[in-house]
Nanobody, 111 residues
Framework: VQLVESGGGLVQPGGSLRLACAASGFTFSSATMHWYRQPPGKEREWVAGISSAGGSPMYADPVKGRFTISRDNAKNTVYLQMNSLKPEDTAVYYC?????WGQGTQVTVSS
């Protein structure tokens, strides 16, 4: 199993970023996928999840209405569109599938 995140960076408050996680080594179209994040000095926390067919996305309360998780099973990729970013969204963002983790991508929201 390999998960490779990309798309992080530095953005001003109110801005947007789109993260991507390219997956390989398993049947992606059958897997529920998740995004987690770990703010500096804090525990890793769940952000969003999406079922294998792309229906029923779920979100943590702090990101509801601002983040959108989606997937493209033809490209073996899951995305996290992040809008109206806040400084408290600063974290390393990780892709997850059933106990497997990517290396993470840093998102910094700062003016």
């Amino acid at each position: 199993v390999q998960l490779v995140e990309s798309g992080g960076g530095l953005v001003q408050p109110g801005g947007s970023l789109r993260l991507a996680c390219a997956a390989s080594g398993f049947t992606f179209s059958s897997a529920t996928m998740h995004w987690y994040r770990q703010p500096p000095g804090k525990e890793r926390e769940w952000v969003a999840g999406i079922s294998s067919a792309g229906g029923s996305p779920m979100y943590a309360d702090p990101v509801k209405g601002r983040f959108t998780i989606s997937r493209d099973n033809a490209k073996n990729t899951v995305y996290l569109q992040m809008n109206s970013l806040k400084p408290e969204d600063t974290a390393v963002y990780y892709c997850n599938r059933a106990g497997f983790w990517g290396q993470g991508t840093q998102v910094t929201v700062s003016s």
